[in-house]
């Protein structure tokens, strides 16, 4: 079975940091690309961060230069190093593993930014 396990959200300050990890079996986890996605009350769900099988990476507008995605092929988890965050980054965050037509994903871990 497929499981995509997540942990480290919490509640944390504004301008504090978080690091997401997401630990993945039941896949061949590097053949996967990886992402991270995230859902505010009232919005959309949106992309935040991705990571491809071979290393390239992308993020959402507002998370550049304070987020950084990385994985592990070792581990098969991949991370969201979160710095500098701010209360609109409040959100459910779920982890996803795509490969051509199969899709994955995490159960979501809440991430409260606030004083």
Known sequence: ?????????GLVQPG?????????????????????????PGKERE?????TSDGRSNYVDSAKG???????NVKNTVYLQMNSL????TAVYYCNAAR????YWGQGTLVTVSS
């Open 66 to 72: 304070r987020f950084t995605v990385s994985r592990d």
């Open 16 to 40: 504090g940091s978080l690091r997401l990890s997401c630990a993945a079996s039941g896949i061949i986890f590097s053949f996967h690309d990886m992402a991270w996605y995230r859902q505010a």
């Open 47 to 51: 992309l935040v961060a991705a990571i």
């Open 86 to 89: 701010k209360p609109e980054d």
């Open 1 to 9: 079975q497929v499981q995509l396990v997540e942990s480290g959200g």
């Open 100 to 103: 051509r037509i199969s899709r």
